[in-house]
């Protein structure tokens, strides 16, 4: 029923448990396609440019996070994408799953920055609370 | 460029760029003031500058929805010369400034930025975190209990307030309610206006009044040197930034010139010299800035504002002013390369913590910069002066082979001829050259002694694997290559 799933994807091992729900339901039927979106947040990119030598170099760095993912959906022999954007985290993904009407998102529980989801609310949380459309989140 | 791109970066996110500029202009304002603070001019200073930046920089500027503006990093550059000589020499020090930095656009110096290592950036934003910051202790360490509240206050709003909202800038609120309170309150506590006036008027053309000789001249051509390398690093850093936030390209050389066009303005309109600000150009992306009309509407808000509220202006308390500042230094610190202190080389630690150091110590930006630099430039003649020279010993013609790895030049030279020994009965020797790249005259004239010695105990030798750039520096610096019994190549 789910014919395009959105998965976010932050690197951290709880998206990873996330993007493999993300497989295993888009085995149930042929022709799924699973969108793995990670959102490279505005506040990290100083760090990013600093800490990287050319635009190339960090670039390569990004993909790098992306690796396992894609080792894991090639295996698995779903069709795919895997998209970064920058943005906030939260708007991002919602904003990506409305444009691309995604009838699922899937998001881990908790992301990489724990003092951040203390003060904040958690990603999942926000994402829960103002999708369109059917959510998962991953324990 | 083609008139449909110039079209599209003012015209194609009008209403992005109009609030993005709004909540900049806003978030401006402080910064403006307490920059010229640091610097020791009047507030106009940094104000008239931040509009006229903002604005020609939105016209002549290579990155659109940069934002260019007064800084820290400029102001606190100008201390010295501010104190001794004055403000008019500071506008003909901010005109030279942009002269240079305009002769650097033109001479490309964007190709020379990848010349500057990573350690050496991160060392300057976190030696500019702590400059500000330090800039920062006289205005509320040991002054009075209130002062330290007022600057608790304005933290705590600032760090609490976008729990609420994200609208509007935290720094601005913080500020309009500290104010309203030590008003309302008559708290004990300095203000802007204990410091400087505001003026409610429009920056007006001017020819700074100093003698035009050559003692002018070297009062403000060393300053003028160090503020056109600063805010060129900071703003080519900044684009790049922006670059990578929007995802789109931009035109390095072109932003070189146009800082320096934006400071010749500044200086003839009575501002100080400024650069690219990664803070507020960040503010502005994140806002929906992406287009020049973002920088131009930054920069006539201000001016408005400040034609319309100059009268508060004074009011603001020098302890909200100093609340955000170290808002701007904590977010201008890299505090990710705490993290990695561990994790990468020894040597950009090394060079990161120099010249954090040396800027720390001399308060100027462009001596660390050039320290770190040059420190970074040993490391890393150090790590490719290593040579080495292993030994063969072919069994069928007992010819000795000795395989040299490495980069061969001045500094890797005395381990080359240190690693043979020449006492052995030898035949024959052959060198061979596959692995490594003759670079200057000490190689060749190093090889030459290699080559004599085993001459003297009555070997004959043969120099082997020599590439054609290491062949052809050989030939034409070996005068008498009599040294040579035959120079092969296979």
Redesign the interface.
Known sequence: MYKKIVVAIDGSNHSFLAAEHAIELAKLQTGTLVEGIHVLD??K???????????IQ?QMQREEKFKRFRDAFEKAAVSYKLIMK?G?PAPMILEHARDTSADLIIIGSRGLNPLQEI??GSVSGRVAKRAKCPIMIVK | MTETKLNKQWFGNIRGDLLSGIVVALALIPEAIAFSIIAGVDPMVGLYASFSMAVVIAIVGGRPAMISAATGAMALLMVTLVKDHGLEYLFATTILTGILQLLFGVLGIARFMKFIPRSVMVGFVNSLAILIFMAQVPHFIGINTTTYIVVGVTLAIIYLFPLITKAVPAPLVAILAVTILSVFLHLDIRSVGDLGQIKQALPSFLVPNIPLNWETFQIIFPTALALSIVGLLESLLTATIVDDMTDTDSSKNKEARGQGIANIVTGFFGGMAGCAMIGQSVINVKSGGRGRLSTLVAGIFLMFLILVLGDWVVMIPMPALVGVMVMVSIGTFDWHSLRTLKRVPVSDSVVMIVTVIAVVTTHNLSIGVFIGILLSAIFFVAKISKVKVETHTDTETENMRYVITGQLFFASVTDFTNSFTYEAAQEHVILDFTNTHIWDDSAVAAIDKVVLKFKEKGASITLAGLNKDSEALMNRLTASDSAYVNVSNH
């Not at chain 1, 990119?45 to 635009?55: A, R, W």
């Open positions: 505005y506040e990119t100083k760090s990013d440019v600093l800490h990287s030598s050319d635009p960090l920058h906030e003060v904040m």
